[in-house]
């Protein structure tokens, strides 16, 4: 089973700063990788995702996110933070042929105005 | 199309009690999963099913049952609630088992 790790459970940037959220997997055979962003008393929502295609993966909202297969990376990257990404961030893996994700802790991501 | 939608949003249980969450969704979708999210640890898997008439076990499944009787609908069942029980619970749907999971608003349970 994939097991999913994201570092630093809270997250604070400055207004117009780089948003960086770390995820790295588990497997060494490639899963399925995704990011959902939660903002409060909400369900999540679907920001990206990875499924074999490109390495670079463009999302909602200007996020962007790459694959590394060297690292087991999927890193989460906002060029400039605006007050509106203030919400929970997941990182989430399955494998093929099954839909049971697994998700990372969670990054709280705080934006300093 | 109301997407993934839970009732009831919130509900308070007593030790011992037992109840029904309430998940559908109107995408036609093979795939639905029930997962509890709690502060500080994420999502975790309690069951998914593949299809009608098929469940199988997540990581946390013990104390929560379910059945999936039509594509459409997927119940968790709380045997005899216990206070560890208490949580937001999610259900989720998707096409395959490589799209994206689309999730419904929540369902905050508290058990006293």
């Known amino acids: 089973a994939q097991s999913v790790t994201q570092l630093g459970s809270h997250v604070s940037v400055s207004e117009g700063a780089l948003v960086l959220l770390r995820c790295n997997y588990s497997s060494s055979v490639p899963p399925y990788l995704f990011w959902y962003v939660q903002y409060p008393n909400q369900g999540l929502q679907l920001l990206l995702k990875?499924?074999?295609?490109?390495?670079l993966v463009k999302g909602i909202n200007g996020f962007e996110a790459e694959f590394k297969k060297s690292e087991t990376s999927f890193h989460l990257t906002k060029p400039s933070a605006h007050m509106s990404d203030a919400a929970e961030y997941f990182c989430?893996?399955?494998?093929?042929?099954?839909?049971?994700?697994?998700f990372g802790k969670g990054n709280q991501v705080v934006v300093i105005p | 199309n109301a997407g993934v939608t839970q009732t009831p949003k919130f509900q308070v249980l007593k030790t011992g009690q037992s109840m029904t969450l309430q998940c559908a969704q109107d995408m036609n979708h093979e795939y639905m999963s029930w997962y509890r999210q709690d502060p500080g640890m994420g999502l975790r898997l309690i069951h998914y099913?593949?299809?009608?008439?098929?469940?199988d076990q997540g990581e946390v499944p013990n104390g929560y049952n379910v059945s999936r009787s039509t594509t459409e609908d997927f119940p968790l069942r709380l045997l005899s609630a216990a206070p560890s029980q208490t949580s937001v619970y999610f259900c989720a749907s998707s096409a395959t088992d490589y799209n994206e999971q689309f999730f419904g608003p929540g369902t905050r349970l508290t058990v006293l």
């Open positions: 099913s593949v299809g009608a008439g098929i469940t």
């Open positions: 990875y499924t074999s295609a490109a390495t």
């Open positions: 989430a893996a399955s494998d093929y042929g099954n839909n049971r994700l697994a």
